[in-house]
């Protein structure tokens, strides 16, 4: 019991600890810079590789699901005939 309050204890201090353990570099200029870039490339595709699969995935998942609500409003509209 006593172990578990001292570990309790420790994790309340470490998160509630001001000071940071490595000093965080502000993205923001370098990101800005890359955005803003005229290059004729989308914003959508400027982030790289990552977004272009992002894209691609997307963008399949949404023509097959629309694919797949045609099929089954299709299915819908013509139910199928009792023998």
């Known amino acids: 019991m006593n172990?578990?309050?001292?570990?309790?204890?420790?994790?309340?201090?470490?998160?509630?600890?001001?000071?940071?353990?490595?000093?965080v570099e502000n993205q923001v200029?370098?990101?800005q810079k890359?955005?803003?870039?005229d290059n004729g490339v989308p914003v959508h595709l400027k982030g790289g590789t990552t977004d272009a699969l992002l894209y691609r995935a997307t963008m399949t998942l949404t023509v097959l699901g629309a694919g797949y609500v045609l099929y089954e409003l299709l299915k819908a509209a013509n139910p199928q005939r009792k023998a």
């Open 34 to 37: 890359l955005f803003q870039e």
């Open 3 to 23: 172990r578990s309050v001292f570990a309790l204890q420790q994790v309340a201090r470490r998160t509630l600890c001001s000071s940071a353990r490595r000093p």
């Open 29 to 31: 200029p370098k990101n």
